[in-house]
């Protein structure tokens, strides 16, 4: 039973970031929820996880109460060049772009046994909405109804089946396949994954809403790249009950530790909503790094240690910061669904976006994981951040 709203809890290649099972458990009241996408195990043709006839579960050492959902690419990666065709979904690994079909992904549904599928989709990726023609998006819309029919016809595992929602831009083709799915039985609930849609939160939940009113409203409705806290609360307010939690992750990843909180002080004030670690002035501070938070790493250690451990490269800093970042995440929902039952949800919304600034300066997982240093466990990241630096 996953109480709403709710988070899937996000991972690389089946494992929350920073945190071994023995380190995760130290986060009090995490969702039994799991998300894990395909593509982190594509490293040749068919993934070798396919071959483990126990399941995905015991693949990644999961508990086998936990809730996994298996997706096929990840949230945080928006810029992709391998492109598809009318019979396979392109995803690019290490190995290079390999080629997964709706058979072959109906195969390792039905080999890795996981609770929740969402199937293959066409996703249009978009930097400029205005220049995606309508007719590559009138296929993506055409192709992903064939690949989600072949999909669900191979599927032999109990799996329920959260179908992708797609049209991009388009509302005449969000409406087309939003009505193709409304009276399907074979659906238990609804994927939005507009994370390469180059448009601002607020007008991307405009077109999932203008969705959502042509669906089954009692149908569970997921959304990829709404982590940030000030998404996911526009994205309640328009319906949506799950999502993932690669925001702490990517905050994590700048050496930052959450501090945002749902509901009192005066609006009126600018705060931030993050702690940076990585300031001189944490040098010599020896507090938690948010007074009160009762999570492992606000107990046990200070500001000043985890600024010594991202000076001097310890991958214990990122694991630290985790802890917190979750501990902290996993608060805020539970502080929106008392906002819910109280009945006050949209007020303590509108309070929240005001104290943090969000329409000058929203949150944003993705552009945060370029935005600061990088934490000593990233490579690709410091890279990233070098390059920025260069005149």
């Known amino acids: 039973m996953l109480e709403t709203p709710a988070f899937f809890k996000y991972t690389r290649h089946g494992l929350q970031p920073h945190l071994v099972p023995e380190v995760a458990a130290e986060v ?10 395909l593509e982190d195990f594509f490293d ?10 126990e399941g995905l579960h015991k693949f990644i ?9 298996l997706d096929i690419l990840d949230p945080t990666i ?14 690019g690994s290490e190995a290079g772009t390999k080629r997964l079909t709706p058979d072959l992904f109906a195969q390792l549904a039905n080999s890795l046994k996981p609770d929740i599928v969402i199937p293959l989709a066409d996703i249009v990726e978009e930097p400029l909405p205005s220049l995606t023609q309508g007719k590559r998006i009138s296929k993506s819309v055409t192709r992903s109804a064939k690949w989600l029919d072949e999909c669900t016809a191979a ?14 831009h388009s509302l005449e083709l969000r409406t087309m396949a939003a009505k193709a799915l409304a009276d399907r039985h074979d659906i238990t609930g609804y994927a939005f994954n507009d994370v390469c849609l180059a448009l601002p939160i607020e007008q991307k939940l405009d077109l999932v809403q203008h969705s959502l009113e042509l669906l089954n409203a009692t149908k569970p409705r997921y959304m990829l790249g709404a982590s940030a806290p000030d998404a996911v609360l526009c994205a309640v307010l328009r319906g949506i009950d ?7 992750y990517a905050v994590t990843e700048q050496g930052l530790a959450s501090t945002y909180v749902l509901g009192s002080d005066d609006p009126a004030k600018p705060l931030p909503h993050s702690l940076d670690l990585w300031q001189d002035a944490m040098f010599a501070d020896f507090g938690p790094l948010v007074d009160g938070c009762t999570c492992f790493t606000c107990r046990s250690h200070h500001r000043s240690y985890v600024h010594h451990l991202l000076k001097t490269k310890e991958m214990l800093a ?20 008392c906002s819910l039952e109280r009945g006050t949800l949209a007020a303590d919304a509108a309070f929240f976006l005001q104290r943090y600034r969000c329409e000058e300066k929203p949150f944003s997982e993705l552009d945060t994981l ?22």
């Open 155 to 168: 599927l032999t595992y109990p799996a329920a089946v959260f179908a992708p929602v797609v049209g991009s």
């Open 44 to 53: 040749s043709d068919t993934p070798d996880c396919s071959r483990f006839e």
């Open 318 to 337: 990122t694991v630290l910061l985790q802890i917190h970042n979750m501990h902290w995440y996993q608060r805020f929902f539970d502080d929106i669904r």
């Open 78 to 91: 928006t810029v992709r060049t391998a492109k598809p065709a009318n019979s396979y979904m392109a995803i």
């Open 370 to 391: 370029a935005a600061q240093m990088c934490s000593p466990t990233t490579k690709i990241q410091r890279k990233r951040h070098a390059e920025a630096q260069k005149p």
């Open 242 to 248: 799950l999502f993932d939690s690669s925001y702490p």
């Open 28 to 37: 009090d009241g995490l969702p039994q929820a799991t998300r894990v996408q």
């Open 61 to 69: 050492a999961l508990d086998a109460a936990e809730i996994l959902m």
